[in-house]
Every structure is written in C-alpha cells, then in structure tokens.
T-cell receptor, first 112, second 112 residues
C-alpha cells in the first residue's frame, strides 16, 4: 500500500543533542512537508519541499534543518538551537503543493 | 496576509445533535479549501475539499461544507453527529501556487 512512513513513533533525546526524524513516502509525490503540532496551536509549517533538491522555510523554521536528496525522503533534523523541541511532528506529502496532503502517523519527540 | 481561522476551539455535543464548525479564510484570488480530521491516535485524513464549481461540497462520513465567497467562509456541517465523530478537525486553505495554511483546529467531543 502507498503511504507515508515516519519513524520512530516515539523519540527521546537529551538536551543539546541534534536528532533526525525520518519521513519516507512511496506515493510518487513531488511535494513534502514537515509540521509541528502543539495543543491549541494547530499545525505549524516548519519546512516544505516542492521538488527534489529544493526546500523552503515555513513559519517556524528556526532550530530545524531538512534535506531533499531523494524524492521519497524528507528527513527533519531538530538541532540544539531549537528552544522548545518537545512536540508532535507530522510529515505530509502531496502531488503538487496545491493538492490535498497525505499525512504520516507522526513522531512524538521528548527532550529529557 | 493569508490566513485561516477556526473560532471554535472546543465543541461538546450529544449524539444526534447537529454540527457546524466555523472556518474563515483570508486570501486574495482563487482559493482551494480543505477540511481534515484527526481521530484519536490516528493520522490526519482528508474529509473534503473545494477547488471550484458547486459551493456545497460533500465529503466522507456524512460531512459537508459550504463555500460562501461573500463571507470568506467554509463551514463544516453534519446533520446528526455520532460518538465516533469525536476528533480534532482542521480547516486549511491555499492558492493554486502556494502551500496550504492550516487553522488551529477544533476539538469535537460527542457524548452518547
């Protein structure tokens, strides 16, 4: 079945460490996205990519980095510069940027 | 600036009650509008979408939404809710050339 796979489901890291969240899709979608979901704040866009080897900052990109070396993969690195990294992270993809998005199951990151 | 607003943060209903969740958008030009649902413990999934044409859009599970251009609204409705409709609902909007913007979400609780 086609879909989006985020791993791991739960991630714990010590303060000051960088951590990378995985997102893979086999839907052949060009566009991919990373959101952060916090209670009462909805989905906030971190980064998105419309095509391989290209990505743009979203609304809350500070303290995060991404790469898009392959169409299927859009990993997100939460760096030590991110002041409040504990959150639920959602990855999504769509055929084009204006099309409906398909979401993964999310990764819950906790900083100890 | 482009924006999507959901004014109902938390809605509590009894089964069989009617539902209307508000969504207002601020966009110049053509807009595409979506409603997504996130059931407890599940990933976000598309309920319905509006691109053009008939302003009354029917989605899955008996939901519908009406695009009212003069009011900049795209409210979600269901005539009779069920306990299984308990979830968080997100409105989203975007243009033909730009990424989606999500509202902050509405948490719906339906009691038997």
């Amino acid at each position: 079945d086609g879909g989006i796979t985020q791993s791991p489901k739960y991630l714990f890291r010590k303060e000051g460490q960088n951590v990378t969240l995985s997102c893979e899709q086999n839907l052949n979608h060009d566009a991919m996205y990373w959101y952060r979901q916090d209670p009462g704040q909805g989905l906030r866009l971190i980064y998105y990519s419309q095509i391989v080897n290209d990505f743009q900052k979203g609304d809350i990109a500070e303290g995060y980095s991404v790469s898009r070396e392959k169409k299927e993969s859009f990993p997100l690195t939460v760096t030590s510069a991110q002041k409040n990294p504990t959150a639920f992270y959602l990855c999504a993809s769509s055929p084009r940027v204006d099309q409906p998005q398909h979401f993964g199951d999310g990764t819950r990151l906790s900083i100890l | 600036a482009q924006s999507v607003s959901q004014h109902n943060h938390h809605v509590i209903l009894s089964e069989a009650a009617s539902l209307e969740l508000g969504c207002n958008y601020s966009y110049g030009g053509t807009v595409n509008l979506f409603w997504y649902v996130q059931y407890p413990g599940q990933h976000l999934q598309l309920l319905l979408k509006y691109f053009s044409g008939d302003p009354l859009v029917k989605g899955i599970k008996g939901f519908e939404a009406e695009f009212i251009k003069s009011k900049f609204s795209f409210n979600l409705r269901k005539p009779s809710v069920q306990w299984s409709d308990t979830a968080e609902y997100f409105c989203a909007g975007g243009s033909n050339t730009d990424k989606l913007i999500f509202g902050t979400g509405t948490r719906l609780q339906v009691f038997p």
